[in-house]
């Protein structure tokens, strides 16, 4: 088995790390499974342009071909990139914690929120404006990265009211919306202030899509989003076709429909494992992983790593100046697990974690366990 690339990739023994839980992202069988759907679907699409409109029209109201021109992009991860390697560092802010690309390019004084991992929907989080003035703003908002915990409406719809009272631009990353069918739940930053989000994207995770490949929304007349538009990278139109096939052909939402499942129960067997050791975590809301509390996010990272079991522990989703979690955390990653690896993982983690000492674990009252 290989190690996986991107975020969830840890290298600390030299040997590849197996990670838990499973968005099937870069695994064979996943892959073999969606390519029989293209086949079903008829092959591929001639038009991916007017699939991708067809698609962004019944997933977020007609309007959005109004406000926004939409394309097809090399992943959200890239555009992230993109995005935030074209302002100033001093220029640049996300809401707290995030991914770990946003997270290291932050600059000091970076903008934080009273998000805590004490609170796993988040929901009594307020948000806090920026400590300086940034030109840029990512937000993860759904599923947020790392706890898998969505940001509540309200703290949503103030920080698109601070973006529209500064002239602020927003990113709102999104890569998870439509994993489940309960995300209707959380409105989108693209709903709430239109005239100032850039909306990203990605089938690579709703669909585990065997190729990087998402979908960037620019709002029409935003003059801070133009001059990041001119130079953004666009994806291989090769690789549209099948994609476009599936889209145009309704298969995407029986891919859905199988992906939420799967990951419903893996959530369900590693929650499973993880009460059964008196192992308290955060339930996710949704998404793709899943945070044990501990008082020794490091120490245990490498254990797990020693193990071929991958994590990430709390620190590596703060740039160096934000305050840390008053919880630490290590973040169990989703990707690159075969069905038939599962269950031998599964009992490794198991293997490992049972004997570590009381003083690995965080005992505290979490939330909606």
């Known amino acids: 088995m290989t190690a996986t690339s991107g975020n969830n990739s840890t290298e600390r023994t030299g040997e590849p790390v197996r990670l838990p839980m499973d968005l099937c992202d870069n695994a064979p069988d996943w892959h073999r499974w969606v390519a029989q759907q293209v086949g079903a679907a008829g092959g591929g699409a001639r038009d991916p342009e007017a699939a991708l409109r067809a698609f962004v029209a019944e997933r977020f109201g007609p309007d959005v071909l109004d406000t926004h021109d939409w394309a097809y992009t090399p992943g959200s ?134 190729a990087k490949i998402g979908f960037v929304g620019w709002p029409r007349g935003c003059h801070g989003a133009e001059k990041l538009r001119a130079a953004a990278p666009t994806a291989e139109a090769s690789a549209l076709v099948d994609l476009a096939a599936v889209l145009a052909t309704d298969r ?67 740039p160096r100046s934000a305050p840390r979690p008053s919880r630490p955390f290590l973040r169990l990653g989703l990707s690159n697990v075969t069905e038939q690896d599962w269950d031998d993982l599964m009992a490794a983690l198991e293997r490992v974690l049972a004997p570590l000492e009381a003083d690995f674990r965080d005992f505290g009252s979490v939330d909606d366990q």
């Open 77 to 210: 991860g890239r555009m992230l990139d993109h995005l935030l390697g074209s302002v100033p560092r001093t220029q640049r802010g996300a809401v707290l914690p995030t991914y770990q690309r946003v997270a290291g390019a932050l600059p000091d004084g970076a903008p934080v929120t009273s998000i805590d991992v004490a609170a796993p929907d988040w929901s009594r989080a307020h948000f806090t404006p920026p400590t300086h003035e940034p030109r840029l703003l990512v937000v993860n908002a759904l599923h947020s990265n790392p706890l898998a915990s969505s940001l509540s409406p309200g703290f949503l719809t103030d920080v698109a009211g601070y973006a529209q009272s500064t002239g602020l631009l927003l990113v709102e990353d999104d890569p998870f919306r439509g994993i489940s069918p309960r995300d209707d739940r959380w409105p989108t930053l693209l709903s709430l202030h239109p005239r100032g989000t850039v909306y990203l994207g990605s089938w690579t995770k709703v669909l585990g899509w065997p």
């Open 252 to 318: 995407a939402v029986g891919i859905r429909r199988r992906r939420d499942a799967l990951l419903t129960s893996r959530r369900a067997a590693l929650a499973a494992i993880l009460r059964r050791l008196d192992w308290p975590f955060v339930q996710p809301s949704g998404g793709a992983h899943l945070a044990l509390l501990t008082r020794q996010d490091v120490r245990l990272r490498d254990i797990l790593a020693a193990e071929r079991i991958g994590g990430l522990d709390a620190v590596q989703f703060y």
